[in-house]
């Protein structure tokens, strides 16, 4: 019961920076858990990021720890991802997702694709040597 849309993707060098967005319809986008994910040419879509819809809980890939930054601002129905020291292999189309969360899991995250309900257009981001 809700749209996604990304946007903030965009050509950058190595070791640059792009921050990615996604806005949400919907008046109960507070309750729904959020994740990021990309998929590159001939690959499969692949976790990035996620957050829960409460207490800021978070969760990334192994390959992007340390750089990349999920949050959420829920009064804009708004989730971003702040990525940093891009490097060439996260080229991709970044995708953005949503799940329902529930009273009793309020810090959950969720790594996979299965999860998730609700899926953005993409966005494609392109790191040059």
């Known amino acids: 019961q809700v749209q996604l849309v990304e946007s903030g993707g965009g050509l950058v060098q190595t070791g640059g920076s792009l921050r990615l967005s996604c806005a949400a319809s919907g008046r109960t986008f507070s309750t729904y858990a959020m994740g990021w994910f990309r998929q590159a040419p001939g690959k499969e879509r692949e976790f990035v990021a996620a957050?829960?819809?409460?207490?800021?809980?978070?969760a990334y890939a192994d390959s992007v720890k340390g750089r990349f930054t999920i949050s959420r601002d829920n009064a804009k129905n708004m989730m971003s991802l702040q990525m940093n020291s891009l490097k060439p292999e996260d080229t991709a189309v970044y995708f953005c997702?949503?799940?329902?969360?529930?009273?009793?899991?309020?810090?959950?995250?969720?790594?996979?694709?299965?999860?998730?309900?609700?899926w953005g257009q993409g966005t494609q981001v392109t790191v040059s040597s």
């Open positions: 997702a949503a799940k329902p969360g529930e009273i009793s899991a309020t810090t959950r995250v969720y790594r996979s694709r299965s999860n998730y309900n609700y």
């Open positions: 957050i829960s819809w409460s207490d800021t809980n978070t």
